[in-house]
């Protein structure tokens, strides 16, 4: 149904505002569309710029009259109601799609569950930040007494009160996700998805009551959950960060096995809270991160009271004694030699790394691979598995970061490209982050390492400096600990492509600055913006130490 | 069809007294402007979205409370330290929300027969 131009205009080619093309390019273009009616048994031709036309293909009405009659229940099946899950499925759903999500927590060995909405809401970034936040209160409060706030009271935390408020807000995060699926007409079902055949999936409930369903699309977001050690006690014992955030009792002493992210947060508010806390490391601290800048997380930790065991692993758990909590002997081996401790604590917190929810949902009945070693599914550059209509979004992704912002953006993109909005690909490059450690590590871009992996040394400028916050000097809180380091190629007129802060407020100073990476910063351009005093922030903007220099970066006042 | 005990009062104080009485059982609780003599609310999304709620009420599908709450006059309500606001964080009318838990519509919400059955109903 080729539609005619207006008299007087031009017929458009592809790039509007381009001179009369050449005699080569309308001679392809002619091949391009006889290809086209030729090859496709129904053609639409519709201008980009008609109001009409890009209606009837946005809402899917296009798309709708080119397909065979639906021979499927649902346009779209998503299973996994997490961060990336709820995004395409909402997306899907705003674009007119019949969508669904199946999300089902299998509890965890402790007999932990939530509700909708995945890791981040449930059991990961919200609990974790806010128990980070209840940290840096208990800090606040002790800084406040040199700026002249005075009161006789012992100030002492209450695990249980801190536990409730944060789970009533988790709730409310829960019943919102339920309210936003149902507004938009998104069919959700508390039930466990697997794959039975091709286009099918069978739904188990709580009660063990099998529905069938079947859909033209999958998006497969099932996420991750914690792993155990695979030593004895492990899992009658131990407990995970899904079972942390809603612990009805408070720790104790804990030892913290593991050096991720995860483990360290953990610890760091743990400590922060007043307990009494071990972190147990096998090798090297927060794997993938800047190793200068994790050094300095760690150091910080330790000289606020976190102990750590660098080198050692767990072989084995034992009860010496019931209770909420109780005691737990754990004994551990060196990586290195002969050596054995052990120790007593109330809590034993593994936090060792994460594994995919893909091996128990029936993808090998339908030939999705995933990578047999870490369970993570591979996907070409618009998410899509090595089945055609199975996609897949989230931390079961191969190769991409863990993070549900990441998530967020790549299952609404999906959902616009499945359904004829968009051709928008996610992009992976230059992700920023922040570690919520009680000193905050934020970072974009490279590490150091890696930067010198991909450039070598000589083409790459490092700038750092040692800061104080000016809120630190009156409390008396540590000098020369917070730290900024930017990372320049000298190949490329000194563009930014590694950031990294150690300080207060990470997080927030991290993201404006991500912002500027992804618009080619450089060092020029940092060097001529203008700093905002007083901030932390601001050292971006004066940075002058290069560590080729071999100068010093203590600070020595102002 | 469940059976359902409706209970209807006035202001903040009431509203606890009946909580109180029926400690232990499932509590819904409906807050709307007051009405006047002739029986007209101030609030016209609540007088919307009444007949809703009802209808949705004959879906909760065990026993249950409903209790009908009549805030108070426009002026009370719009003082930002009403008791409503502070102790019980219903911060519009109407509310309908889910007693101890964090199931809760506000506005317009309450008018959705869908949003509406999706609270009453158990999960």
């Not at chain 1, 809402?59 to 009659?69: D, F, M, R, V």
């Not at chain 1, 919200?126 to 606040?140: C, D, E, F, S, T």
């Not at chain 1, 700093?531 to 970066?553: D, M, N, Q, R, Y």
Request: include cysteine; glycine fraction near 10%; charge should be neutral.
């Amino acid at each position: 149904m080729p539609t005619s131009s207006p008299p007087g205009r031009r017929a458009r080619v592809l790039s509007p505002g381009t001179s009369r093309p050449s005699s080569e390019a309308r001679e392809e273009l002619r091949r391009r569309l006889l290809e086209l009616i030729e090859g496709n048994r129904v053609m639409i031709f519709s201008k980009s710029y008609c109001p009409h036309s890009a209606r009837a293909h946005q809402s899917g009405l296009l798309q709708k009259i080119l397909q065979e009659e639906s021979a499927y229940e649902y346009d779209l099946i998503v299973i996994g109601g997490g961060s990336g899950g709820l995004s395409c499925a909402k997306e899907a759903a705003i674009l007119g799609r019949k969508v669904m999500v199946l999300d089902f927590v299998v509890p965890s060995p402790r007999g932990t569950s939530w509700g909708l909405g995945g890791t981040c809401v449930n059991v990961g970034c919200i609990p974790k930040k806010l128990m980070h936040q209840a940290a840096l209160l208990g800090q606040a409060l002790r800084d406040s007494r040199k700026f002249g706030w005075e009161y006789s009271q012992q100030v002492k935390h209450n695990w249980e009160t801190m536990t409730e408020a944060i789970q009533n807000h988790i709730g409310s995060l829960n019943w919102g996700y339920r309210l936003s699926l149902r507004e938009r007409g998104v069919t959700y079902v508390n039930s466990y998805g697997e794959f039975v055949e091709h286009h099918t999936v069978k739904a188990t409930n709580r009660k063990g009551q099998e529905t069938y369903y079947t859909s033209a699309n999958f998006v497969i977001a099932t996420g991750e959950r914690p792993r155990y050690l695979g030593i004895p006690g492990d899992k009658e014992f131990c407990i995970t960060s899904d079972d942390l955030f809603s612990l009805p009792y408070c720790p104790g002493k804990t030892l913290v096995v593991g050096a991720s992210y995860v483990a360290l947060e953990c610890a760091g508010f743990l400590a922060g809270l007043g307990l009494d806390v071990t972190v147990m490391v096998r090798s090297i601290l927060l794997r993938g991160f800047d190793q200068e800048v994790a050094e300095k997380v760690g150091s910080y930790m330790q000289q606020h009271g976190v102990k750590f065991l660098r080198k050692f692993v767990p072989v084995m758990v034992q009860q010496l004694e019931k209770g909420s909590p109780g005691k737990l002997k754990v004994t551990a081996k060196s990586t290195e030699g002969p050596e054995t401790i052990e120790g007593v604590y109330n809590t034993v917190l593994l936090a060792i790394g994460r594994d995919s929810c893909t091996r128990n949902i029936g993808l090998e009945k339908i030939g999705v691979r995933i990578n047999e070693k870490n369970g993570k599914i591979p996907v070409n550059d618009v998410e899509q598995t090595n089945v055609p209509y199975v996609y897949a979004v989230g931390d079961v992704l191969e190769g991409k970061p863990e993070l549900t912002p990441v998530a967020i953006q790549a299952g609404k993109l999906l959902a616009r490209r499945l359904h004829g909005a968009s051709s928008e690909k996610c992009d992976y490059f230059s992700i920023p982050t922040t570690v919520f450690t009680p000193l905050e590590y934020g970072c974009c871009g490279l590490s150091e390492e890696k930067a010198t992996e991909l450039y070598m040394k000589e083409n790459l400028e490092v700038y750092h400096t040692l800061f104080w916050p000016l809120e630190w000097t009156v409390a008396g809180r540590d000098n020369n600990t917070c730290y900024a380091k930017i990372i320049c190629n000298k190949l490329d007129q000194d563009r930014v492509i590694g950031f990294h802060v150690l300080g207060p407020n990470a997080g927030e100073i991290t993201q404006g600055f991500a912002a500027a990476m992804k618009c080619g910063l450089t060092k020029q351009l940092l060097d001529e913006t203008i700093g905002i005093h007083p901030t932390c922030g601001e050292v971006f903007t004066t940075l002058e130490i290069t560590k080729s220099s071999g100068l010093a970066v203590t600070q020595q006042g102002c | 069809m469940a059976a359902y005990q409706e209970v209807c009062v006035c202001g903040f104080e009431e509203f606890n007294q009946a909580v109180e009485q029926h400690e232990g059982k499932r509590i819904f609780a409906l807050f709307v402007g007051s009405k006047d003599t002739e029986g007209n609310s101030w609030c016209p999304l609540c007088t919307k979205a009444e007949p809703v709620i009802r209808e949705g009420l004959k879906s909760a599908s065990q026993e249950c409370v409903f209790i009908y709450c009549q805030v108070g006059d426009k002026p009370y309500w719009r003082d930002p330290n009403n008791d409503f606001r502070k102790k019980l964080n219903v911060t519009s009318v109407p509310t309908l929300l889910k007693y101890g838990t964090p199931k809760k519509l506000v506005d317009a919400e309450c008018r959705q027969a869908n949003l509406v059955e999706m609270l009453f109903c158990e999960d």
